[in-house]
């Protein structure tokens, strides 16, 4: 199995709407992206009436298409409820990928988590 590490915590947010942190580490990859989805899964679904999102992608190197999609559905999910994801420090190549696949479009990209916190 591929290295990934995700850590999830609470972070202050501008808005009256909750937000947490989602800070990846190493690869996401079809050796551990089902099991990994779950620990966000139950943290979209403990919030029914809306989240935001901030994803730490600083420290990720690699995602695959499927990682792709799950971060496609909790947009939706959170979208559908006034939510909002944001993606920050994103390394080129992770850009690169969601910008070919269109979800930059959807989901706002910003250089830093002290950005990020600005706009959740």
Do not use: H
Not at 41 to 65: I, W
């Amino acid at each position: 199995m591929t290295f990934v590490d995700i850590k999830i915590s609470d972070l202050v947010s501008q808005t009256e709407m909750p937000a947490k942190l989602v800070k990846i580490k190493g690869q996401l990859d079809e050796s551990n992206v089902d099991e990994n989805a779950k620990k966000i899964y139950e943290v979209v679904e403990a919030a029914p009436n809306g989240l935001n999102l901030v994803f730490d992608f600083s420290g990720l190197e690699y995602m695959n298409s499927k990682s792709i999609g799950y971060l496609t559905d909790w947009y939706g999910k959170l979208n559908a409820v006034g939510g909002k994801i944001l993606i920050a420090a994103a390394r080129d190549n992770i850009v690169d990928i969601l910008q070919v696949v269109g979800l930059t479009q959807l989901i706002p990209c910003v250089g830093s988590v002290d950005e990020a916190k600005l706009q959740v």
